[in-house]
């Protein structure tokens, strides 16, 4: 542990006693006061609990003894967790989340008066490679969505729940737990409670209610549903998120889709194929429900790299070179 640092040195026992009767309290104002979701907290949490297991082992290397001495937490010792967790080959995105939930534990622990302190505060994140999304060009996703067999009640359900996550762009456990009161087939709209529990409105076009009107009254009743879900299993209940994952892969190896997709692969489509329609960047935002402009942002990149694209396949300077 540091000896310089501005949170004053105090026996290591006691400290990280402290810090752990903290991490619960914390957990729950992130839920309760940041709206923050269950998952996203629980993470969180388990990002906290292995900062302690960090300490124990540190702990442990200076023998007993050592436990009663005062000590400092400070950035240097932050800097040491960070190449504990690259030893346990943590890399990227995990490093960049858990220094994201010690800076947020670490302000909480300020602001309880636990530390003086926060000793993450001036580190930065470690860089992220950018990853463009997949997207299907508009010609796939017609394929895929023409793929079930709408002869049978489950080919109708699972055309129905495709059509809605492209036309809504919704998340794969958003579309799970949807229920019919969620649903304003007159208006032609969608209520959606999405990340944190916030909640979005989102227009549905023609074919969708088209769709979804035809499965709310002649497919689903053969399921005998057993909740107000919206789509249902042969045995009434709610779909799983792996049922999803499962339907899409399949349906996109008939239409001949040899990449990798998901069920999120119709959000980033939806996104897109709005953009590259003249859609603003922020009316986008707004359908998908981002907090920040910065998330949807991506999408532009996405444009741009299938202009370029475009123009290499296609530019007779292009071919020529």
């Not at 909480?108 to 490679?129: G, T």
């Amino acid at each position: 542990m540091e000896k310089n640092t501005a949170s004053p040195a105090v026996p290591f026992a006691k400290l990280r006693d402290a810090l752990a009767r903290s991490v619960p309290v914390w957990a729950n104002a992130l839920l309760a006061e940041r709206g923050l979701s269950v998952r996203t907290v629980e993470a969180y949490r388990q990002d906290m609990e292995l900062f302690l297991l960090y300490l124990d082992e540190w702990d442990m290397g200076r023998g007993a003894a050592a436990s009663r001495q005062a000590v400092q937490l400070g950035e240097q010792d932050i800097m040491l967790f960070l190449a504990w967790l690259r030893s346990r080959q943590n890399t990227g995105r995990s490093l960049a989340r858990r220094l994201s939930a010690l800076r947020s534990f670490f302000a909480f622990a300020v602001e309880e008066k636990v530390l003086s302190a926060n000793p993450a505060a001036l580190l930065e994140s470690p860089r992220l490679p950018q990853y463009l999304p997949e997207v299907l060009s508009r010609e796939e996703m017609e394929r895929l969505l023409a793929q079930p067999d709408l002869r049978d009640k489950s080919g109708r359900r699972d055309r129905c729940l495709m059509e809605i996550l492209y036309a809504a762009g919704l998340r794969v456990s958003e579309v799970c737990e949807l229920t019919l009161e969620d649903l304003d087939l007159q208006r032609g709209l969608v209520r959606v409670f999405g990340k944190g529990g916030k909640e979005r409105l989102v227009p549905l076009h023609a074919e969708a209610q088209a769709r979804l009107q035809d499965y709310i009254a002649h497919c689903r009743p053969e399921f005998s549903p057993n909740s107000h879900l919206l789509f249902v299993n042969r045995s009434g209940n709610g779909l799983t998120r792996q049922y999803v994952w499962k339907a899409i892969k399949k349906y996109a190896l008939t239409a001949g889709i040899r990449r990798e997709i998901s069920p999120h692969t119709f959000r980033h489509s939806f996104a897109t194929h709005l953009l590259e329609g003249g859609a603003d960047l922020r009316s986008v935002q707004v359908l998908l429900g981002h907090a920040d402009i910065s998330a949807t942002e991506i999408y532009t990149h996405v444009q741009a790299e299938r202009l370029r694209s475009i123009h290499r396949a296609h530019h007779p300077r292009s071919q020529s070179r």
